[in-house]
């Protein structure tokens, strides 16, 4: 699979500390008005408007107008707006609720919304998986594409993020709270759109291969994922990878042997995080970090203090069960 173009929103800053007092990075709301209606932007939820414009933009770009599917995921959709109408039903006591709340909490608006702006009625699918929900998205697009073959995919992850939301996580032990109160874990939220092509694209970044392993907490899978990698940096020379670690206990734990390795290979990595906080959906905007470095959009020398990467390979696990493996490669 080719990525013939790709965009992300991402947050503003790194730093949690920097953000109003904020438990999460928080995604910047890009300028699209030149994609939308004026009251379109006045009415519409920041992820809404940053998951069409995004979507409408890789369009753009890549100057395609029209496209044969749309197929997005995300972890948990529009929670903020989930939130609001559930307040809402609270207090109106289930009456003179607002449709445009509800309408915009559901998963699919975003597909919805660039199918009706684009006027697509082919295939359309949002899937809805937490963590595996980025496997999930490419599966289904390399299955339309082995069906399809001289089909464009409209692929596209988001993911927002609320107070609430991390409260919930902050209960249920998945934040890593330190006794002085600072955050282990550092949540945050992006959207990142793509445009797939099954014909061979040079100088395109090519989806090599995607791998899911589950029972991540398990030393046998462990082996199995550290196995495949040795084989699959040994076929090529100069390999980077990104990890998807959000702190220095993931690091020193699930990440551990494959750093190990890495080291003693000198074999180069980065973490991708620091940038997009956690979310379900991070390692869309993963993808778009390694297009971006093997098309010398971002310079080598910059992020791995190595020249002539040819090939990364993303790693990004999800909570303790499950990890999934991304490779990908510049098109001769």
């Not at 699918?125 to 496997?135: E, F, I, P």
């Not at 040079?202 to 589950?214: D, F, H, L, R």
């Not at 040795?230 to 998807?244: E, P, Y």
């Amino acid at each position: 699979m080719y990525i013939l173009s790709i965009h992300s929103v991402i947050p503003s800053s790194k730093d949690p500390s920097q953000l109003a007092g904020k438990m999460y990075l928080e995604m910047a709301e890009q300028d699209f008005s030149d994609l939308f209606e004026r009251n379109e932007m006045r009415r519409l939820s920041k992820l809404i408007k940053n998951g069409i414009g995004c979507g409408l933009r890789v369009l753009k770009n890549s100057n395609q107008h029209k496209i044969d599917a749309i197929i997005t995921g995300t972890g948990k959709g529009s929670i903020s707006k989930i939130e609001q109408f559930l307040s809402d039903i609270d207090t109106y006591k289930e009456t003179a609720l607002n449709p445009s709340i509800f309408i915009q909490s559901t998963h699919n608006t975003i597909n919805g919304q660039i199918a009706l702006k684009t006027g697509s009625n082919t295939y359309n699918v949002t899937h809805v998986n937490q963590g595996m929900t980025l496997s999930n998205v490419l599966s289904d697009a390399e299955l339309f594409l082995l069906q399809h073959p001289d089909a464009l995919i409209l692929v596209g992850v988001f993911e927002e993020n609320t107070e609430f939301n991390i409260e919930i996580h902050n209960s249920a032990g998945l934040s890593g709270i330190e006794s002085d109160g600072s955050y282990q874990i550092k949540w945050g939220e992006s959207v990142t759109f793509f445009i797939l092509s099954g014909k061979s694209t040079p100088g395109k970044v090519k989806i090599t291969s995607s791998k899911t392993y589950t029972n991540f907490n398990d030393s046998n899978h462990w082996e199995s994922l550290i196995k495949d990698i040795k084989l699959d940096t040994s076929k090529i020379n100069n390999t980077a990878f990104l990890l998807g670690h959000n702190n220095a206990i993931e690091l020193n734990s699930y990440y551990v042997d494959i750093i190990k390795y890495l080291n003693e290979s000198k074999i180069p990595f980065k973490g991708f995080k620091e940038v997009t906080g956690e979310h379900d959906t991070a390692g869309g905007y993963a993808i778009d970090l390694a297009n971006q470095i093997l098309t010398n959009e971002v310079t080598f020398n910059e992020m791995f203090q190595t020249e002539n990467v040819q090939k990364i390979i993303i790693i990004n696990h999800f909570k303790d069960y499950m990890c999934h493996v991304l490779t990908l490669e510049l098109a001769d």
